[in-house]
């Protein structure tokens, strides 16, 4: 049967989805109606053209198809590469069956068809522009990780939609953080030298009311989001992990200061540990998940384009994972090569990988069966984390036994009874540790256990050990000596010999102590190494750490050793304060321990202690002292000794030292309570 005459009279629509030059940029090809063709001259005969082997039998009214604004016949269109300001020319006419570029809606459904700044009624399809913004209307969020509308599913759609969810979430906690919470002077005691009352001191008073930022709102958000990521599929919870490491990654501490909050409330402490979790999650998943290889590199990708601050610097090359099919793990895991190193262009390489990428390729070689891979695997891969790859007996050791430890390598003894821990007598086994071995042993257990290094307790252990005479006591007690201040150069001799010592022995490496350290004045040698030592973990853990005080306690009467200590932490302002706040701390929650500890002490220590800290040139230092003479005129009534500190500050000439105007009126009225007793 043959076309109806209503048939005959509509147009032939060619539709093309080739969009390259040679189309003119048009989606479709309409044959005029109103121009008569040979078809309506002769309607019995075929129009064969030859050239394009377009065989035409009849045509019909045409229906307008949906198609792009600038392939509008109705509507002429002005092309340029970027203009958003206003509509070019007739560009913000369209019929009904015009669709937008940019939203891929109808053009009357756009919003933002002539609004200014955007004008979606200028895009089309020649312009790199408008094609960017197409592709970010289109992929959302996704468009930061690169990736091409063909990789987008539904998994990274959905993992998409919840990042820009958290994405504007985060923004309103971190406007929050950035405005910070003031602190009511009332609320903060005065530790100044003029112990006035609280909301009195005006140096108190200016800290106190200082802004103190708190990222915990933040952190436990960001902690959310990455709990609910890691119930979801691989795909998405990809995206929202390195979406969320991007986004914390550019959060700011607006503190002048060192503000020590804790870790999930200091932005300096919670970011590495919230990135931490982030890239022990994608490590594993970069091994367990069959990623698409395009996929699995722009992951990586978009990680390393991360602009890390100073405080992340540590995950700089966290996704660097080895992949299945590279060329060293595959030769291991084949048994080809197991040693798990080889030798490229004379430059050897080692099959290094971390403990939770290690984890990961066990447990899917075990779910494969593949259980000979596995064991050439582990005899062939390398990891720093020696900890959790092969637990060691360091890594188990409580405070008390690294004390106990300790006595035994310096005195050669060991407790008489079946537990170390066990109060009692002791017995001679052997010679004393020397004392370059000694330290270094001593080290090789700190920095093995990381909660041992942060632990003051441990660092107190470990200078009373060294400050203590080889021989016990009768009932098992370590003697502590009293040594000599040396001189300066002998000081400056020892720091410069050592200079650089601890971070080897960190780094895990053979180090020997330069000859001749040991061999004169060998015990104050030791406690300049300590001295040495504590400030170099003060400089790191400082925000870490609980208390102070009992690491200078653990001087004893070696007190030019502790002033040592303090005049190395002078040299930076914000460490100073740091470990003054915990003195000061230390000493208001432990008055009761001091005031008996004094008394066992003596009125000669007491007086030497708090004249350390009177004596010392800064300021902030001098409140230490001063706040030890509060305790003691506060409870003379269980002090009787107090009486003699008047001879020892009198034959001193404390009086007339250059103390500062406060710290002078603190020690005469302090003088004045004693001269009465």
């Not at 369209?94 to 919003?111: H, M, R, V």
């Not at 093995?448 to 098992?476: A, V």
């Not at 350390?612 to 030890?628: E, H, K, P």
Request: with cysteine; net charge neutral; proline share 4%.
């Amino acid at each position: 049967m043959g076309p109806s005459e209503e048939e005959k009279e509509r147009d032939v629509i060619l539709i093309s989805d080739d969009e390259d030059d040679s189309t003119h940029g048009n989606s479709v090809l309409i044959v005029d109606p109103l121009v008569k063709t040979a078809l309506e001259e002769k309607k019995c005969e075929e129009i064969v053209d030859e050239e394009c082997e377009l065989v035409v039998t009849f045509c019909k009214q045409a229906n307008v198809m949906p198609h792009a604004r600038y392939d509008c016949t109705s509507h002429s269109f002005e092309r340029m590469e970027c203009e958003t300001c206003s509509p070019l020319g007739k560009n913000a006419d369209f019929c009904s069956q015009c669709y937008c570029y940019i939203c891929d809606k109808l053009a009357s459904e756009c919003q933002n068809w002539t609004t200014s700044s955007l004008c979606h009624c200028n895009a089309h399809n020649k312009s790199k522009f408008w094609k960017e913004r197409r592709d970010f209307a289109l992929a959302g969020v996704l468009v930061m990780f690169n990736l091409e509308l063909t990789d987008i599913d539904a998994d990274l759609r959905h993992g998409g939609n919840l990042l820009i969810s958290f994405i504007q979430e985060l923004s309103v906690e971190y406007n929050k953080y950035l405005i910070g919470v003031r602190i009511a002077p009332t609320e903060q005691e005065c530790f100044c030298v003029s112990k006035l009352p609280p909301g009195q001191c005006g140096v108190c008073r200016s800290r106190s009311t200082e802004i103190v930022y708190k990222y915990s709102g933040v952190y436990a958000l960001v902690t959310r989001f990455l709990n609910q990521a890691e119930r979801e599929s691989p795909k998405a919870a990809a995206v929202m992990l390195l979406g969320a490491a991007r986004e914390i990654t550019l959060h700011k501490d607006p503190a002048i200061s060192w503000q020590n909050l804790g870790h999930t409330a200091s932005l300096k402490l919670a970011v590495p540990c919230l990135l931490q979790r982030i890239t022990t999650r994608l490590q594993k998943m970069l091994v367990l998940c069959d990623f698409p290889k395009s996929l699995y590199e722009k992951f990586v990708n978009f990680f390393q384009s991360i602009s890390l601050p100073c405080h992340c610097f540590a995950f700089s090359n966290s996704l660097n994972v080895v992949p299945w099919d590279h060329v060293l793990l595959t030769t291991v895991l084949k048994g080809q090569n197991t040693t798990g190193q080889r030798t490229q262009k004379g430059r050897k390489t080692f099959l290094w990988e971390v403990l939770p990428v290690i984890e990961a390729r066990v447990e899917k070689l075990v779910e494969n069966k593949n259980y000979k891979e596995v064991v050439r695997y582990l005899r062939a891969v390398k990891c720093s984390d020696t900890k959790g790859l092969a637990c060691c007996t360091a890594c188990r050791l409580t405070p008390l036994q690294f004390e106990v430890y300790l006595k035994i390598f310096r005195t050669g003894s060991v407790p008489a009874g079946k537990d170390i821990q066990d109060p009692g007598p002791w017995v001679t086994v052997g010679s004393p540790m020397k004392d370059g071995v000694l330290i270094k042993q001593a080290f090789k257990l700190l920095y093995s256990n990381l909660s041992l290094y942060r632990n003051p307790k441990c660092w107190g252990s470990f200078i009373m050990i060294m400050g203590s005479s080889c021989f016990l006591e009768r009932n098992g007690r370590l003697r502590p000596l009293t040594v000599k201040e040396p001189p300066v150069t002998f000081q400056q001799g020892v720091l410069v010999a050592s200079d650089g010592l601890f971070q080897e022995l960190k780094a895990k490496l053979n180090v020997s102590f330069p000859p001749g350290i040991f061999s004169q004045l060998h015990q104050e040698a030791c406690l300049i190494l300590a001295v040495q030592a504590v400030q170099q973990m003060v400089i790191c853990e400082l925000p870490y750490l609980t208390s102070f005080l009992e690491i200078f306690l653990a001087f004893g009467n070696n007190f030019w050793a502790l002033r040592l200590l303090l005049n190395h932490l002078s040299y930076d302002k914000h460490i100073l304060h740091g470990v003054v706040d915990l003195i000061l701390r230390d000493l208001n929650r432990q008055k009761a321990t001091m005031l008996k500890l004094w008394q066992n002490l003596g009125p000669q220590y007491v007086g030497e202690f708090v004249c350390l800290f009177l004596t010392c040139r800064n300021r902030i230092l001098q409140s230490i002292g001063v706040l030890a003479l509060d305790i003691i005129t506060e409870n003379l009534h269980v002090c009787p000794w107090a009486k003699h500190l008047y001879n020892f500050f009198h034959n001193a000439r404390l009086m007339q030292l250059p103390l500062g105007a406060t710290t002078h009126h603190e020690v005469s009225k302090f003088m004045d309570v004693l001269e009465k007793l």
